[in-house]
């Protein structure tokens, strides 16, 4: 098992910067690709960035492309996604969520994730 603690949401003008935090702990000695999602009231939980073991591997969606950067310091078993040049349609609880897979492998697809964070609201005011 794996417990996933995120940090780092809350209020921020568009165009500002926020960094957030997901703490991994129990059965992290397994290699696990890292993921980051997001999900309004009006929308389906959608992928945003991930990472895989080897930290070299690395995807993102079209909309965080160039905004949003994603790391992870395994010394600390913490990932985190920057995100700069926030917009109002960036609002949402963001979700961090690991999948046990290959040291290569990574994943878009929120059914190949084994576990999941609570969330951390992020919101972004015009």
């Known amino acids: 098992q794996v417990q996933l603690v995120e940090s780092g949401g809350g209020l921020v003008q568009t165009g500002g910067s926020l960094r957030l935090t997901c703490a991994a702990s129990?059965?992290?000695?397994?290699?696990?690709?890292m993921g980051w999602f997001r999900q309004t009231p009006v929308k389906d939980r959608e992928f945003v960035a991930s990472?895989?073991?080897?930290?070299?591997?690395?995807g993102y969606a079209d909309s965080a492309k160039g905004r949003f950067a994603i790391s992870r310091d395994k010394a600390k078993n913490t990932v985190y996604l920057q995100m700069n040049n926030l917009k109002p349609s960036d609002t949402a609880i963001y979700y961090c969520?690991?999948?046990?897979?290959?040291?290569?492998?990574?994943?878009?697809?929120?059914?190949?994730?084994?576990?999941w964070g609570q969330g951390t609201q992020v919101t972004v005011s015009s």
């Open positions: 990472m895989a073991w080897n930290e070299v591997n690395t």
């Open positions: 129990g059965h992290t000695s397994t290699t696990y690709a």
């Open positions: 969520a690991a999948e046990n897979t290959t040291p290569w492998d990574l994943s878009r697809s929120m059914d190949r994730y084994d576990y």
